[in-house]
């Protein structure tokens, strides 16, 4: 459950949608939720009537727990961090980065529970059309919906970034868990952020 966390840190999921990922029974997920509730390491929220939890990225102990159970922290200087069993969405990046030349992919929408951006999926690069339909076709079978997302060449990223077109910034302003930057294609627009 750990790893369903740390490895998606600004994804939020629901209890029967955790126990399908991490294949146990819903108690005994429940009571887990439970305790990692008290201690602070996830939080909750309610939305559509359904109760939503995802990694507390303000607990004390956050930058500890993700370079154990999230792969390598990116705060980390130190190269040396590996993982025995690297989380599964590993393997989802690995998949994307199979598509072609992906500068940039990230998760927004409906995987974030963040909908101003409009889109769950932005992807930067040159991609084989044809992986890249596969791919969605197998991703919204694995979530079990229907996934908007947009694909841009790297000229088009930069011709929009520098014309401050509108459905990029509503992308880039929104919450968003950050799958691929290869080369620090965020870097301006989180800085203005922080």
């Given at each position: 459950?750990?790893?369903?966390?740390?490895?998606?840190?600004?994804?939020?999921?629901?209890?029967?949608?955790?126990?399908?990922?991490?294949?146990?029974?819903?108690?005994?997920?429940?009571?887990?939720?439970?305790?990692?509730?008290?201690?602070?390491?996830?939080?909750?929220?309610?939305?559509?009537?359904?109760?939503?939890?995802?990694?507390?990225?303000?607990?004390?102990?956050?930058?500890?727990?993700?370079?154990?159970?999230?792969?390598?922290?990116?705060?980390?200087?130190?190269?040396?961090?590996?993982?025995?069993?690297p989380?599964?969405?590993?393997?989802?990046?690995q998949?994307?980065?199979?598509?072609?030349n992906?500068?940039?992919?990230?998760?927004?929408?409906?995987?974030?529970?963040?909908?101003?951006?409009?889109?769950?999926?932005?992807?930067?690069?040159?991609?084989?059309?044809?992986?890249?339909?596969?791919?969605?076709?197998?991703?919204?079978?694995q979530?079990?919906?229907?996934?908007?997302?947009?694909?841009?060449?790297?000229?088009?990223?930069?011709?929009?970034?520098?014309?401050?077109?509108?459905?990029?910034?509503?992308?880039?302003?929104?919450?968003?868990?950050?799958m691929?930057?290869?080369?620090?294609?965020?870097?301006?627009?989180?800085?203005?952020?922080?």
């Open positions: 459950m750990l790893q369903l966390f740390y490895g998606n840190p600004n994804r939020s999921f629901y209890v029967r949608e955790i126990t399908r990922k991490i294949d146990e029974q819903i108690n005994s997920v429940r009571r887990e939720l439970a305790n990692l509730l008290s201690i602070g390491i996830v939080a909750s929220d309610t939305n559509n009537n359904r109760l939503y939890y995802e990694v507390n990225q303000g607990y004390d102990f956050y930058q500890p727990l993700a370079a154990i159970f999230g792969g390598a922290d990116p705060a980390s200087k130190s190269k040396k961090v590996t993982s025995k069993s989380p599964k969405e590993d393997a989802r990046v998949a994307i980065k199979s598509l072609g992906v500068e940039l992919a990230l998760y927004t929408g409906q995987f974030t529970r963040d909908e101003t951006s409009g889109i769950d999926m932005l992807i930067v690069g040159d991609v084989n059309q044809t992986k890249l339909a596969k791919f969605m076709t197998d991703l919204e079978s979530e079990g919906k229907e996934i908007r997302y947009t694909v841009m060449s790297p000229q088009d990223y930069g011709y929009r970034q520098q014309v401050k077109d509108r459905f990029l910034f509503n992308i880039l302003a929104a919450k968003k868990q950050v691929i930057d290869r080369h620090e294609l965020l870097a301006p627009t989180q800085k203005k952020e922080e």
